[in-house]
């Protein structure tokens, strides 16, 4: 007769404890869920705090270590994914950067061979016909011969500058791959680190 009160009582005590860890389980899975959602670090600290487990349960009961586990990894894949999504946006904003300024360089190239080409058609012109102008008409050519060396100035200006940005563009694009590397080494590290 005892000992059929004392089974009984084990198996309620069983069945408690079966509940217990249900649940806690269920509050884990949550937590986790959540915990990715909001993006936060996954943590056995954070996950036992959030959850009210013990750290001992997270680590002894299989399915609890799984459910951390396979959400650690799945938000280090989700985090990955981001950054090579960054990675690659911020890249082809440079490569864009740098072929605009590519683009205007050869422009201004383009335009000062125009305009070399303009003057010395305009010189050709003066000297042929220089015995057969006026002062004032040798005063005027005068004056655009002087326009056009000041917008050959210019120009030669203008393609330093877009030499300059080629070059702070190309700059920017070298500094970027260097600090994505960085900073794909610092994603990894930590997750080696864990598996370790």
């Given at each position: 007769m005892n000992s059929g009160r004392q089974d009984s009582r084990t198996a309620a005590a069983?069945?408690?404890r079966h509940e217990k860890t249900t649940i806690a389980l269920q509050r884990v899975h949550d937590v986790v869920a959540r915990m990715r959602r909001e993006q936060?670090?996954?943590?056995?600290a954070g996950v036992a705090r959030r959850?009210?487990?013990s750290r001992t349960f997270l680590y002894e009961n299989p399915?609890?270590?799984?459910?951390?586990?396979?959400?650690k990894a799945a938000t280090a894949a989700d985090r990955e994914t981001a950054d090579a999504q960054h990675h690659s946006d911020v890249e082809a904003t440079w490569r864009?950067?740098?072929?605009?300024a590519e683009a205007m360089l050869k422009t201004a190239h383009e335009e000062i061979v125009k305009q070399r080409n303009h003057i010395g058609d305009l010189m050709g012109q003066i000297r042929d016909l220089e015995t057969e102008w006026t002062d004032d008409s040798i005063q005027r050519i005068?004056?655009?011969n002087t326009t056009l060396k000041q917008q050959v100035r210019q120009l030669h200006q203008e393609n330093r500058q877009l030499d300059d940005r080629?070059?702070?563009a190309r700059s920017n694009v070298r500094f970027q791959d260097r600090r994505i590397a960085d900073l794909e080494v610092q994603l990894i590290d930590p997750i080696a680190q864990h598996r370790q």
């Open positions: 069983t069945a408690a936060t670090p996954i943590t056995v959850a009210n487990v399915a609890a270590r799984t459910a951390v586990n396979t959400t864009e950067r740098a072929l605009n005068t004056t655009e080629l070059q702070a």
